[in-house]
């Protein structure tokens, strides 16, 4: 089998081998293309801008990820940038909360984060996928370091307050349970001749033996307790050394028991394209790629400008803005082109003279509501009392999700638990509470899962992000629907003005749609700006 | 996928504590696990880069088709409270929907409270008469 297995790859290895040698890298590229290996995004690099006159304007409105990827690429290419940004920090949804943070959500509740060094949340995004080249290409250029971000650990758990009495089981033994009983059922089917009018005698052998394999059945195809299935979940008694380590095989789990837990449901999260290995997550926190784009971007970024109105004409676009770091001063900047990066709820209410298609667009998309709750304990007790390190619990009850921290494993200080990351229904109750009860309603909810909260709980953070005051919600949310009325139309550049984020790609929530959002954007201003020979603008 | 609300409401912690000291009626425990997120406790609303409408003496409260409207389509950045077609499994566990009878019910509540002391209450067939999400002729509320 393993034989067959290694021959299959082998010959697939020795065809691209040939194409590549007889036909040159793009026509292998093209047959990897058809055999799957490429096409993983539509990032192709720093974009070409050259050729604009020099000193042609552009003002950024946003210093998140899509703003600071459109001004950093404009401004390598020669144009004159500008930023405005209502943070008094960059990043945007790129953040990380550390010890010393100070954080006043919408309806002026105050958050004084207490996290020891090094310990941080991340309230938005958190791992960047292997293809997502975009954000991997800016964290190379910025020097922003990777390590990997573990969103399979075997021995995390599922829970469902439904199952075993509500105890958690540890995600290896459902994984194959399931997978084995599954198997099972499907190679009695194949001996039944249930399958005859499906596959033939000869693809009938191949599927029990790969059966066999996957689901680690016995020579009878029975899924049923014994060694070669505790090398999968693991044994009741542990293997070791010396006479005292014979094993002991672990218990399989029954068919009904597995399928009625519903735990199943669990499985599939790492099974989508955006979270299969390798995963990644910056060094520090996923704030380290904002930090490093706003101290390259530096003096070009106004922090604390609160954009009241963008009005286009002819020559330019002109922007007005409080400065909060002034008294609230009115000034304005002003630039032959502008691209808008501030989330939609917010830029719905912001008058700007585009077309109707874009501004009922723009009104078109809600946003997500989103929470994340971050807990520092103590001691880091899953590891020490249950070797959990990293990665991802699931759970049924309204906080949804346990993150491990993926990094600085077996530290003896404090750790950060991700105790709560849900959407939807449960996130609006969440929002309705004050940061107090989130993170008292966390830890109580958490303790069903892990009973040392209460002993050992420090402190906590706790992001609703419908109360985040700079971007009134988590992300876009777009319907088929919306998506084949409204989407050409808020990407589309109206006159001198064009729209970038998350928001205006397909990638919803994900930075790699903020950067591939950008970069599309400004190449068609900078297309634009070089078939007619742009004026300069007014000059910001 | 059509969710009943109050089957998934995690016996509201805020709620719970209320429900304490005296019954909580419907409109109320819409309001204050749902939409007090956004227009906050009282109904005041809140301003950060953008605003969320305060509903506590907004004119635009005096009509009660215009909230019903507003729960049942969304606008702008706020999301429809009603059933939204062509959603994935993923999208639609980011939303949530409300019955016509919540709805009716929330309505009722932000319009008798805050300030806000309107005699005409919407039922649940008025509620039930307005386009819906993906209905003929529907669109977002502006």
């Avoid at chain 1, 501004?359 to 946003?367: L, Q, V």
């Amino acid at each position: 089998m393993n034989d067959q297995t290694d021959r299959v790859a082998t010959s697939r290895r020795d065809l691209l081998r040939m194409i590549g040698v007889t036909a040159g890298a793009s026509a292998m590229y093209q047959a990897m293309s058809t055999l799957g290996h490429a096409g993983e995004s539509t990032y192709a690099g720093p974009p070409d801008l050259q050729g604009a006159p020099p000193g042609t304007s552009v003002l950024v409105l946003g210093a998140g990820i899509a703003g600071m990827t459109a001004a950093y690429e404009l401004q390598k290419a020669g144009y004159k940038v500008q930023v405005l940004e209502f943070n008094n920090r960059a990043g945007g949804r790129n953040w990380s909360v550390r010890g010393g943070d100070s954080y006043t959500e919408l309806g002026g509740e105050r958050q004084d984060c207490q996290f020891d060094k090094d310990l941080y949340l991340n309230p938005g995004p958190w791992r960047i996928p292997y293809h997502h080249r975009g954000m991997l290409d800016l964290c190379r250029r910025l020097g922003v370091k990777l390590e990997p971000f573990v969103q399979v650990n075997h021995n995390a758990y599922l829970h469902n307050t439904e199952a075993f009495g509500g105890k958690p089981q540890r995600y290896r033994d459902v994984f194959f349970d399931y997978q084995g009983h599954v198997a099972e059922l499907l190679a009695k089917a194949a001996h039944t001749s249930a399958l005859d009018a499906e596959v033939s005698t000869e693809d009938k052998e191949w599927l029990l033996e790969s059966l066999r394999e996957w689901g680690t059945l016995d020579k009878d195809f029975r899924y049923v307790a014994g060694a070669h299935v505790s090398d999968r979940r693991g044994w009741k008694k542990a293997r070791g050394g010396g006479l005292s380590a014979r094993p002991t095989p672990s218990e399989v789990v029954s068919r009904h028991d597995i399928l009625k837990s519903r735990l199943w449901a669990g499985i599939p999260n790492s099974f989508e394209y955006d979270m299969q290995t390798t995963i990644f997550q910056p060094v520090g926190g996923m704030g380290r790629v904002g930090e490093a784009f706003g101290r390259e971007l530096g003096p070009i970024i106004k922090y604390q400008a609160k954009v009241t109105s963008i009005t286009q004409d002819a020559r330019g676009v002109t922007v007005m803005y409080d400065d909060l770091a002034d008294g609230g001063a009115k000034k304005q900047a002003a630039a032959a082109w502008c691209v808008v990066t501030i989330p939609l709820p917010i830029l719905g209410q912001i008058p700007m003279n585009v077309g109707p298609k874009l501004t009922t667009a723009i009104a078109a998309i809600p946003y997500a509501s989103s929470i994340k709750v971050g807990l520092q304990f103590k001691r880091r007790f899953w590891e020490e009392d249950e070797q959990i390190y990293g990665g991802i619990t699931y759970t049924n009850l309204p906080i949804g999700t346990i993150g491990y921290p993926n990094t600085d494993f077996q530290g003896r200080g404090k750790g950060v638990l991700l105790g709560c990351y849900i959407w939807g229904l449960a996130a609006m109750e969440f929002t309705s509470l004050t940061p107090e009860q989130r993170i008292q309603e966390t830890l109580r909810q958490g303790a069903r899962i892990h009973p040392q909260y209460p002993q050992e709980f420090d402190n906590g953070f706790a992001m609703a992000w419908h109360r985040s005051p700079f971007t009134m919600g988590c992300m876009g949310v777009w319907n088929d629907e919306a998506r084949a009325e409204h989407y050409d139309n808020l990407c589309a550049l109206d006159g001198r003005i064009v729209l970038a984020g998350e928001h205006a790609s397909f990638m919803g929530g994900w930075q790699e749609g903020s950067v591939t959002s950008a970069l599309d954007a400004i190449g068609r201003i900078h297309q634009r700006v070089v078939t007619q020979g742009s004026s300069k603008g007014a000059g910001a | 996928m059509r969710i009943a609300v109050a089957g998934m409401l995690m016996l509201g912690v805020v709620a719970r504590a209320a429900m304490a000291q005296s019954p909580m009626d419907e409109g109320e425990r819409l309001y204050t696990t749902i939409c007090q997120g956004c227009h906050m406790s009282k109904g005041e609303g809140a301003t950060g880069a953008g605003t969320y409408p305060k509903l506590a003496g907004n004119p635009l409260v005096a009509s009660r088709q215009y909230v019903a409207m507003t729960v049942l389509m969304g606008r702008k950045g706020m999301p429809s409270f009603g059933t939204l077609p062509g959603l994935s499994a993923q999208q639609a566990r980011m939303l949530a929907s409300l019955t016509d009878e919540q709805i009716a019910a929330v309505v009722n509540y932000v319009r008798t409270h805050f300030g806000n002391d309107y005699k005409d209450p919407t039922t649940a067939k008025e509620v039930a008469e307005l386009p819906h999400p993906g209905g003929k002729g529907s669109g977002r509320a502006g």
